[in-house]
């Protein structure tokens, strides 16, 4: 669960990002975050992992308060959501497997365990195993970004984040991805999903929360 | 997670950037080169002079006309003096017999040589207490007093020049050692800020997936150990292999000279020392840079 209080944030230059942000999502919930480029949508983002902290307002993600949560808590926030990128952000440097397999080492994953998460994560997001030895940039856009999520999903987290998943995909393949994020939330992950696209957001009728120029609307 | 992953990744990380580590792990070998040759050279300095001290006597030749009487009297009286162990007198017929025994060779030449024209001595033994350069040399000025001497000869101005040189050589070794961590600590830093600019995605992507700083920082302190390690251990290697070719050339003179004296390498506790600080300096060049670094 979600719940933002009367939050703000202004970045330096007095620059209002968000203004009077109150809403709740629901566990298990697929939620749309809409609006044009620099309407806010990634700082909301960004404010429930605490990569930015509000001026003003109160944050509750999984019943902890984020505002409050002290610098060594924070890793243990993140743990529980996952968070996908617009430009998917691989490292094409690393195979497949080693991408996923990074997440699991960062968070203390037995060694022994690490193949077999492996191989459930990539079987929920229709990867076949033989990309696991490929490096990212041989791949095609749809399945890095499937690869993507497979890192984000795979310490099972209970909220899924993801920051205009589809934006560098043709429309074929941004129907799969869609999909595979409903599939997720089926599952009973918390889906947010942020994105300019209104066709999507119409196509999938879920709820969404409309944001301009900082402030939610309608 | 074992320090055995930790190791590894800092050292699969230092692979990664192959030739900027092996330049800053060449660095520090210099570094650490120069000072390890300075600490070795006043250490053998060190034994040579103790053996040298350990040999060294004063010689008082006496003036003409000082009867044997008087010098064995001129004995007597120096051998109850403080810091003299042993004083042995001769007299000018054992001078020149000495003299002839150590030029045996010359034969023709020593011939007619007569005992006047060699001084009757006085060699004074002393205490191992008064073996240091500042009590010879004031001993010896003390004895040149006496009316029955000519001269004294103790070696002095050669002692002194040789231990003058050996306090140089061990300041030259601290001041080099002070220079030597302020390296160190840079080159890691520099380096350890390079390899952060290289993984800052996948550094980001650790941090947004719920990593803890121990885990991301944990690597960069130990590149920097590492680095630090690896260029002490380096500079030690080739400073013995110089060590090892030199001693055999020298050994066989310094024996020639010094008896027993042989050349030594650095101590075990002194290698681990110097590893230590090594090893020590690259962990705060790693601290100092995650410290600049954005973010941490």
């Not at chain 1, 566990?27 to 909301?44: D, M, N, R």
């Not at chain 1, 001026?55 to 509750?60: F, Q, S």
Request: proline residues 3%; charged residues 20%.
């Amino acid at each position: 669960m979600i719940q933002f209080f009367q939050v703000y944030k202004t970045y330096p230059g007095n620059i209002e990002a968000l203004a009077d942000i109150s809403f709740k999502i629901e566990k298990g919930e697929f939620v749309f975050i809409t609006g044009p480029s620099g309407a806010g949508k990634t700082t909301l983002l960004k404010l429930m992992i605490r990569a930015e902290m509000p001026d003003r307002g109160e944050i509750l993600v999984n019943g902890k308060n984020v505002t409050r949560l002290k610098n060594s808590q924070i890793p243990f926030l993140r743990r529980e959501i996952g968070f996908v990128f617009q430009d998917f952000k691989l490292l094409n440097y690393r195979t497949v497997y080693e991408n996923i397999s990074l997440v699991l080492v960062a968070l203390g994953y037995k060694m022994s365990e690490i193949p077999k998460r492996i191989r459930q994560v990539l079987r929920i997001v229709g990867l076949e195993e033989r990309v696991v030895k490929q490096t990212p940039f041989k791949l095609s856009g749809g399945e890095q970004q499937r690869v993507a999520i497979a890192r984000a999903l795979v310490n099972t987290p209970s909220i899924l984040l993801a920051d205009e998943p589809t934006g560098n995909l043709d429309p074929g393949i941004t129907v799969e991805i869609m999909d595979l994020l409903e599939k997720v939330s089926s599952l009973g992950t918390t889906v947010v999903v942020a994105t300019h696209d209104t066709n999507l957001v119409a196509k999938y009728k879920k709820r969404a929360l409309p944001l301009y120029r900082g402030r939610l609307v309608g | 997670m074992g320090a055995s992953y930790f190791i590894q990744r800092a050292l699969g990380d230092m692979k990664e950037n192959g030739v900027t580590q092996f330049l800053s792990i060449g660095t520090i070998a210099i570094s650490f080169f120069l000072f390890c040759s300075f600490l070795l050279l006043s250490l053998n300095f060190d034994f040579f002079l103790e053996a040298w001290e350990k040999k060294v006597q004063i010689i008082l030749y006496l003036k003409d006309g000082v009867g044997e009487k008087k010098a064995l009297q001129l004995k007597n009286k120096l051998q109850r003096e403080e810091g003299i162990r042993e004083v042995r007198y001769i007299s000018q017929r054992k001078a020149m017999e000495s003299f002839k025994r150590d030029l045996a060779g010359y034969g023709g030449v020593l011939e007619g040589l007569k005992e006047k024209i060699f001084p009757a001595s006085l060699e004074i033994k002393l205490g191992e207490n008064f073996r240091t350069p500042e009590r010879i040399r004031a001993l010896a000025a003390r004895l040149l007093n006496i009316q029955e001497v000519e001269e004294v000869q103790y070696g002095g101005a050669w002692l002194e020049r040789l231990s003058l040189f050996l306090y140089i050589l061990r300041w030259g070794a601290w001041v080099l050692g002070g220079i030597l961590v302020i390296i160190i600590v840079s080159v890691t830093a520099n380096t350890a800020r390079l390899t952060l600019f290289n993984k800052r995605e996948e550094i980001e992507i650790m941090r947004l997936m719920g990593a803890t700083n121990a885990f991301v920082k944990l690597p960069f302190y130990l590149e920097g150990g590492l680095q630090g390690l690896f260029g002490a251990a380096g500079s030690l290697l080739l400073l013995f292999l110089l060590f090892h070719v030199f001693s055999l050339e020298v050994s066989p003179y310094l024996s020639l000279y010094f008896g027993q004296l042989r050349l030594s390498f650095l101590s075990p506790d002194l290698i681990a020392g110097i590893l230590g600080v090594g090893m020590a300096s690259g962990l705060l060049g790693g601290f100092f840079s995650l410290r600049k670094a954005a973010g941490f």
